[in-house]
C-alpha cells in the first residue's frame, strides 16, 4: 500500500523565471570617448608648447597680429578694423565703405559707354584698314614701275591689324647682301607705302626680318641681330622721307631670324623680309598700355596756373 501511495503522490515542478538586468543604454561610451579626446588633444597642446621656443612664440603672436600679406605689402591688418565686415552697405562686394546706388548707376554706365565705343572703334578700324589697303593695292598696280614688284608685296589682315610684308626675292633683293642699304626700286616702293599712310590715324609697327644664313661678320659681334634691327630702321628712314609723321612709328624692331615665313626652309628668301603692321585701336591698348576709353571719360589735363602778376 505504501508503495502504491508513492506512485500517487504527484510531482511539483518549479520554474524560475530569471529576468536581465535593466538596461543602461550607450551614452557613456560616447561621453567617454569625448573626454579621453579632449585629453590627449590637451597633452599635445601643452607638449607642442613646452617644445617651442620663445622666438617662434614671438613669431606666431606677430603673425596673427600683422599678417604676412599686409607685412610685406602694407596696409592695414585685420587687427586694426573695429568690425568684422569690411565696407558695408547693401553691395556685399563693396570692401571700402557704403556706396550708394548713384555710384552703382554710374560706374555701370560707364563701362557700358566704353564697350560701346570699342565696339565703335573696332568698325572703324575694319573700315579705315580696309581702305588702306586697297590704296596701298591701287598705287603699286597703276604704277608700271612698282607693279613689277606686286608678287613680292603681301596684305593680310590679322587680328592686330593690317600687315604688310614686303618680302625679299632672288633676283630682285631689298637691301645689298649683308648690308642695309636700300635698293632704288625699294626706296620706291617704300615711298609709295609711306605716302599711303599719311592720313591713317593708326600706329604703326615696324619689324625686320633675315634668314637663317649665318652673318660673315659674326666674329666682331655684328649679326643678323644687328643687321633686322638696321634694315628696319633704314626702312623707317623711308617711309619719314615720304612725309610719314615719326609719331604714327609704335615701335621698330629687328627679330632677326626667329620668326621665319617659310619655317620649313630657314634659308628660303622669302624669310628677309619687312613687316608693316597698321595695328587697330585694341592691339595699340595692348602694346602701348594705353587705355581705349570714350573721349568724355578721358581725365582732363591739369589746367595751367595763370602766373600772378607782380607790381611795379
Known amino acids: 500500500m505504501a508503495g502504491d501511495a508513492k506512485k500517487l503522490q504527484p510531482i511539483i515542478i518549479k520554474r524560475i523565471k530569471k529576468s536581465g538586468h535593466a538596461s543602461h543604454g550607450g551614452a557613456w561610451k560616447i561621453a567617454y570617448a569625448d573626454f579621453v579626446t579632449a585629453m590627449m588633444a590637451f597633452f599635445l597642446l601643452m607638449w607642442l608648447l613646452g617644445s617651442t621656443t620663445e622666438g617662434d612664440k614671438k613669431g606666431i603672436s606677430d603673425y596673427f597680429q600683422s599678417p604676412l600679406k599686409v607685412a610685406m605689402q ?54 579705315r584698314l580696309s581702305t588702306l589697303s586697297t590704296k596701298i593695292a591701287a598705287a603699286i598696280s597703276n604704277n608700271a614701275k612698282l607693279a613689277e614688284f606686286s608678287s613680292q608685296i603681301k596684305l593680310q589682315f590679322t587680328p592686330d591689324g593690317l600687315q604688310i610684308q614686303i618680302v625679299d626675292d632672288q633676283k630682285r633683293p631689298m637691301f645689298d647682301s649683308g648690308s642695309a642699304s636700300v635698293k632704288p626700286y625699294m626706296r620706291d616702293l617704300l615711298r609709295e607705302i609711306g605716302i599711303a599712310l599719311m592720313d591713317v590715324e593708326n600706329k604703326i609697327s615696324l619689324d625686320g626680318h633675315t634668314d637663317r644664313q649665318g652673318y660673315g661678320n659674326a666674329a666682331r659681334g655684328y649679326s643678323n641681330w644687328e643687321l633686322s634691327a638696321d ?23 629687328g627679330m632677326g631670324s626667329s620668326l621665319p615665313l617659310e619655317p620649313d626652309n630657314p634659308t628660303a628668301p622669302t624669310n628677309r623680309r619687312i613687316t608693316l603692321l597698321v595695328m587697330t585701336k585694341e592691339a595699340e591698348e595692348r602694346l602701348l598700355g594705353t587705355p581705349l576709353v570714350p573721349p568724355e571719360a578721358a581725365p582732363e589735363a591739369p589746367a595751367t596756373p595763370t602766373p600772378a602778376k607782380t607790381a611795379p
Open 74 to 127: 602694407g596696409g592695414a591688418g585685420a587687427g586694426s578694423s573695429n568690425s568684422l565686415i569690411s565696407g558695408g552697405g547693401n553691395d556685399i562686394t563693396q570692401t571700402a565703405g557704403q556706396t550708394s546706388k548713384t555710384d552703382s548707376d554710374e560706374k555701370r554706365s560707364k563701362r557700358v559707354a566704353t564697350e560701346q565705343f570699342r565696339q565703335s572703334e573696332a568698325k572703324a578700324d575694319s573700315r
Open 231 to 253: 634694315r628696319a630702321n633704314a626702312t623707317r628712314r623711308e617711309l619719314m622721307a615720304a612725309g610719314m609723321p615719326e609719331e604714327k612709328l609704335a615701335r621698330v624692331v
